[in-house]
Each structure stands twice: as structure tokens, then as C-alpha cells.
T-cell receptor, first 111, second 112 residues
Framework: SQQGEEDPQALSIQEGENATMNCSYK?????LQWYRQNSGRGLVHLIL?????REKHSGRLRVTLDTSKKSSSLLITASRAADTASYFC???????????FGKGTRLSVIA | NAGVTQTPKFQVLKTGQSMTLQCAQD?????MSWYRQDPGMGLRLIHY???????DQGEVPNGYNVSRSTTEDFPLRLLSAAPSQTSVYFC???????????FGPGTRLLVL
């Protein structure tokens, strides 16, 4: 079964606003990753945060991880129309387990 | 590097037909996976491989077979296509567990 669950399922904001997406998961993880998917395309890796990290930045992206609450958030600052896409969290469990994806958040940024 | 490549891009099958979806990577990655994506369902893992000669089942393996005879190739076989297998299929690879995963462009499959 799917490990990560994103919230909200869909989000619509104006260009220039910040977008926040949340991910909750169920079991212990090695790391948590965020991916982006433009319509009809393959997924592209955005950022990876390890279980011993609490916050990570990459450009306009900020990811937090709270292992006690089994949750993560992805913040996109100063959003652009080009950020319109679906965003997925994925969890890496312990051992040799595969990456498991949530159902995603559909972000629409309106110019 | 070409990265992860998938062929074909589109395919229409009739119920009961069999076919193989091809996946190849040129990054010498040990770990490869197949996912299917259906509307509102996210990505669900079909099969994965942690190295040549080793494969394992994911969440939705029924109706699919895989093999991993080389590090580069990880084909997905549909044994007897059913309409429920209409989906977009993604192949992915990564150097090893707990690392970033790279995705192919996907194969759109329609089973009539």
C-alpha cells in the first residue's frame, strides 16, 4: 500500500504567492524525497531529505521533516506559472525496500 | 548519457494480447523499478530489481512479469492484456537504495 499521503490533493494560487504541500507517512524511513511531474511527463527529482535532517533548501524550495510526527512539508516560494505541476512525496524505508510514492498534490499557479 | 529510455511511447492492444515494454538505462544503476500511474492513484510499484538476476514484486504485480539479465535492461511483460492494465507505465532507476531515482518518459498503454 502507498506509504506517503499528500495534502492537499489540489492547490490553486496566484503567481508570486507561496505554495505549501504536506506529506504524511506511516513507517520509519531512511529518507524522504519530493518529485515533480509536468502533465504527461515522467517525474523529476526535486529534493531529498534524510531522516537525521530537519530542513533543507534548494533554490525556491524548502523542505522540512518531522520524524516524530511522520510528516514532511514542501514550500515553494514566489511561485511562477511554470511551477504548475503535480508534486509527489516518496519514502525510502529501511533496508533494501523500494521507493514508495503518495498520490500527489496538483498545483496550479495562475498568472 | 541518454538516461532512462522507454519504448514504445504509445501502444494499443486487444484484450488477451501479450507485449513487452522495454526499459534501458546507461548510468550503470543497480536499482530499477516499474510503476503504473492511473488517474487519482499516484504511482504504484509493479516490480523492482536490486541488481542483475534479482527481481521482486511490488504492490500490483499480477499480470506482469519482469527479468533482469543485464544491468542496463529491465523489460516488463504483459502476459495477457486486460482493460484494467490501461495505464501509463514508468520505468525508473537509481544507483542504489536510498538515492535519487531517475524516471523514463513513460509508455501509454490502451487495452481494448
Amino acid at each position: 500500500s502507498q506509504q506517503g499521503e499528500e495534502d492537499p490533493q489540489a492547490l490553486s494560487i496566484q503567481e508570486g504567492e507561496n505554495a505549501t504541500m504536506n506529506c504524511s507517512y506511516k513507517t520509519s524511513i531512511n529518507n524522504l524525497q519530493w518529485y515533480r511531474q509536468n502533465s504527461g511527463r515522467g517525474l523529476v527529482h526535486l529534493i531529498l531529505i534524510r531522516s537525521n535532517e530537519r530542513e533543507k533548501h534548494s533554490g525556491r524550495l524548502r523542505v522540512t521533516l518531522d520524524t516524530s510526527k511522520k510528516s514532511s512539508s514542501l514550500l515553494i516560494t514566489a511561485s511562477r506559472a511554470a511551477d504548475t505541476a503535480s508534486y509527489f512525496c516518496a519514502t525510502d524505508g529501511r533496508g533494501n525496500t523500494p521507493l514508495v510514492f503518495g498520490k500527489g498534490t496538483r498545483l496550479s499557479v495562475i498568472a | 548519457n541518454a538516461g532512462v529510455t522507454q519504448t514504445p511511447k504509445f501502444q494499443v492492444l486487444k484484450t488477451g494480447q501479450s507485449m513487452t515494454l522495454q526499459c534501458a538505462q546507461d548510468m550503470n544503476h543497480e536499482y530499477m523499478s516499474w510503476y503504473r500511474q492511473d488517474p487519482g492513484m499516484g504511482l504504484r510499484l509493479i516490480h523492482y530489481s536490486v541488481g542483475a538476476g534479482i527481481t521482486d514484486q511490488g504492490e500490483v504485480p499480477n499480470g506482469y512479469n519482469v527479468s533482469r539479465s543485464t544491468t542496463e535492461d529491465f523489460p516488463l511483460r504483459l502476459l495477457s492484456a486486460a482493460p484494467s492494465q490501461t495505464s501509463v507505465y514508468f520505468c525508473a532507476s537509481r544507483p542504489r537504495v536510498a538515492e535519487t531515482q531517475y524516471f523514463g518518459p513513460g509508455t501509454r498503454l490502451l487495452v481494448l
